[in-house]
């Protein structure tokens, strides 16, 4: 059975930092682009950066670029995003989407920014 399950998300202040884990099971996760998105209600899912296969090539929306970073773990299937300098503009449900022979989309986790 495939799973995607993200975790990590809470409320921080701004300026704190959070890092998400999307943790994967069921497919052959180095394999698989790997993505992380995130979408406040009402509005569209939005792409917030991007790692390939080996984890060489990394790819960020100018919103983040400096602040977050992608990263992961193919020993263990552990996708991260790294956050920090956070600020109240980055609140949302973040989600984690693998691409590959098929394409798998986790349940989201919460980030609130807020002082």
């Known amino acids: 059975q495939v799973q995607l399950v993200e975790s990590g998300g809470g409320l921080v202040q701004p300026g704190g930092s959070l890092r998400l884990s999307c943790a994967a099971s069921?497919?052959?996760?180095?394999?698989?682009?790997m993505r992380w998105y995130r979408q406040v209600p009402g509005e569209e899912r939005e792409l917030v950066a991007f790692?390939?296969?080996?984890?060489?090539?990394?790819y960020y929306v100018p919103s983040v670029k400096g602040r977050f970073t992608i990263s992961r773990d193919n020993d263990k299937s552990i996708l991260y995003l790294q956050m920090n300098n956070l600020t109240p503009a980055d609140t949302a449900m973040y989600y984690c989407?693998?691409?590959?022979?098929?394409?798998?989309w986790g349940q989201g986790t919460q980030v609130t920014v807020s002082s």
């Open positions: 989407r693998a691409l590959g022979t098929n394409e798998y």
């Open positions: 069921g497919f052959s996760f180095s394999d698989y682009r």
């Open positions: 790692i390939n296969g080996p984890g060489i090539s990394t």
